[in-house]
């Protein structure tokens, strides 16, 4: 596979960090966004739920795919900080597709357990509409 411009927001975070790594390992050039300040090549500091912010980054990484990861979560985040959150999960998603539309990047969105629950298999489309939703942030 030949190497590929790639960003992942929320890059710092524990899902993003190894996910940069193991991508910088397989050749990529990897972009990094996300709200920690870390003073590293192709480093962005980065609020998603801000459009400009989002904007610059697109226009210096000029992604051919992005991995979505940028949240916020936990149960206290949500209700201490309702409009952080929405801002981040609802306001920034709707950015990043915003650009997808006008940049045609290939995007991979992920959620976590506190969306889908205890479910043990393997998660498909098919398994949200056939096993009740337990989730794990009450």
């Not at 306001?91 to 997808?100: N, S």
């Amino acid at each position: 596979m030949a190497a590929m411009n790639i960003l992942v927001t929320g890059g710092r975070g524990t899902v993003g960090a190894p996910l940069c790594a193991e991508l910088r390992r397989r050749g990529h050039n990897v972009w990094v966004c996300d709200l920690m300040h870390a003073p590293a090549p192709n480093y962005m500091r980065c609020d998603i739920g801000d459009s400009r912010q989002l904007a610059r980054v697109m226009d210096a990484a000029q992604p051919e795919l992005v991995y979505h990861l940028a949240a916020e979560f936990g149960r206290w985040n949500g209700e201490d900080y309702y409009e952080r959150v929405w801002a981040t999960n609802a306001i920034g998603t709707k950015h990043l597709l915003r650009q997808q539309e006008a940049r045609r990047f290939r995007l991979v969105f992920t959620s976590s357990s506190e969306v889908y629950g205890d479910f043990e298999g393997l998660m498909s489309e098919a398994v949200l509409a056939q096993h009740p939703i337990r989730q794990l942030n009450d």
